[in-house]
T-cell receptor, first 114, second 114 residues
């Protein structure tokens, strides 16, 4: 248990569906992240929120839309996805404001787009 | 262009022996390095880190070595145990940057045989 909880753990969606991934952290952290892990690729950073402000959008297509209503919650809204978007989506958090800290990851959401 | 490279996709060692996992980086601005361990169906968990002002950091059975001139770091696990079998990710951060982005390698699958 890392203190970062992601729901759902598994999601199958059609290309015309709209769904959301949820992440919640109970660590008092101020920075939250979305990462994507595709097969045989490094973890790819998608978005960074620091003190609820988006500080990084790593050229992510607009069919992925993040939302950070407060420091403890992070969402990833999905719409009109493509099969190649199937991957493990990982949420992470860190203290923020302090550079030399590690990020704590959730267990991930395994997304399959059909 | 991959800035963090783990050139060995897999490594197999005998229980009790030393495991050495290697990582190379290309970005000279990276100054903080981390190792994460990942079991199947779980998110990565933080293992050990090292700042660029050091060349070694030790925590129990885990030691990370940093060679800045070679832009190379390694993780030593000794003695290796079957429970260490997992994918190990090397990650790096530029702490002078304006965000808290971690850049990951592709990972190395370690198998420790009883």
């Amino acid at each position: 248990e890392t203190g970062v909880t992601q729901t759902p753990r598994h999601l199958v969606m059609g290309m015309t569906n709209k769904k959301s991934l949820k992440c919640e952290q109970h660590l008092g952290h101020n920075a939250m992240y979305w990462y994507k892990q595709s097969a045989k690729k490094p973890l790819e950073l998608m978005f960074v929120y620091n003190f609820k402000e988006q500080t990084e959008n790593n050229s992510v297509p607009s069919r992925f839309s993040p939302e950070c209503p407060n420091s403890s919650h992070l969402f990833l809204h999905l719409h009109t996805l493509q099969p190649e978007d199937s991957a493990l989506y990982l949420c992470a958090s860190s203290r923020g404001g302090e550079m030399n800290t590690e990020a704590f990851f959730g267990q991930g959401t395994r997304l399959t787009v059909v | 262009d991959q800035q963090v490279k783990q050139n060995s996709p897999s490594l197999s060692v005998q229980e009790g022996r030393i495991s050495i996992l290697n990582c190379d980086y290309t970005n000279s601005m990276f100054d903080y390095f981390l190792w994460y361990k990942k079991y199947p169906a779980e998110g990565p968990t933080f293992l050990i880190s090292i700042s660029s002002i050091k060349d070694k950091n030790e925590d129990g059975r885990f030691t990370v070595f940093l060679n800045k001139s070679a832009k190379h770091l390694s993780l030593h696990i000794v003695p290796s145990q079957p429970g260490d079998s997992a994918v190990y990710f090397c990650a790096a951060r530029d702490t002078g940057g304006s965000n808290y982005k971690l850049t990951f390698g592709k990972g190395t699958l370690l198998t420790v045989n009883p």
